[in-house]
T-cell receptor, first 116, second 114 residues
Framework: DQQVKQNSPSLSVQEGRISILNCDYT??????FLWYKKYPAEGPTFLIS?????DKNEDGRFTVFLNKSAKHLSLHIVPSQPGDSAVYFC???????????????FGQGTILTVHP | EAQVTQNPRYLITVTGKKLTVTCSQN?????MSWYRQDPGLGLRQIYY???????DKGDVPEGYKVSRKEKRNFPLILESPSPNQTSLYFC?????????????FGPGTRLTVL
């Protein structure tokens, strides 16, 4: 049962244009969402996050949008750069009974390729 | 440099031969976790530890063991590896186990079980 889904395995974008990566979730208990970026032969690195009490969070070229009613979040990268080419994972975290176990539930990942 | 280290980075072994993948962090983090990454499935949590001597199962714990005797180390033990444990493994740590704490990942260990 995939509780976090990234339905696009890959995305190709021209340098300077916007990249939009999408993520859907099914568990309404998720209250914190994160995006991780992964280069080959490296571990995932944290990119940006958003709490369920917000609908938007911005950090430089990266913006994450959260639509709780649709259980959908997206990552916008503007402008896209060739160095952004990587695998992007969406992840979600939930609080059970007031205590968070810190578990991250990941999506399958989307391979982003930014062409010069 | 603050980091999570894993050893070995690559390992090829045979079915049934016990192995240990080590994980160490130098950030004095309380929370540590192991994930495996498989094509089409993303990363799935194997085990986690909220603090020393406190460990619990994640989503896919079968065939794995862990221990947390020291705060900095969280080894992953495969007592009798099988081919379905061929995967890319990541160790991660965070300050605490709360929702809002960023997890830092190690570089990964690629395991092949023949």
């Amino acid at each position: 049962d995939q509780q976090v889904k990234q339905n696009s395995p890959s995305l190709s974008v021209q340098e300077g244009r916007i990249s939009i990566l999408n993520c859907d979730y099914t568990n309404s208990m998720f209250d914190y969402f994160l995006w991780y970026k992964k280069y080959p032969a490296e571990g995932p690195t944290f990119l940006i996050s958003i709490s369920s009490i917000k609908d938007k969070n911005e950090d430089g070229r990266f913006t994450v949008f959260l639509n709780k009613s649709a259980k959908h979040l997206s990552l916008h990268i503007v402008p896209s750069q060739p160095g952004d080419s990587a695998v992007y994972f969406c992840a979600a975290s939930a609080v059970w009974g007031g205590t968070s176990y810190g578990k991250l539930t990941f999506g399958q990942g989307t391979i982003l390729t930014v062409h010069p | 440099e603050a980091q999570v280290t894993q050893n070995p980075r690559y390992l090829i072994t045979v079915t049934g031969k016990k192995l240990t993948v080590t994980c160490s962090q130098n950030m004095n983090h309380e929370y540590m976790s192991w994930y495996r990454q498989d094509p089409g499935l993303g990363l799935r949590q194997i085990y986690y530890s909220m603090n020393v001597e406190v460990t619990d199962k994640g989503d896919v714990p079968e065939g794995y063991k862990v221990s947390r005797k020291e705060k900095r180390n969280f080894p992953l033990i495969l007592e009798s590896p099988s081919p379905n444990q061929t995967s890319l493994y990541f160790c991660a740590s965070s300050i605490q186990g709360g929702s809002y704490n960023e997890q830092f990942f190690g570089p990964g260990t690629r395991l092949t079980v023949l």
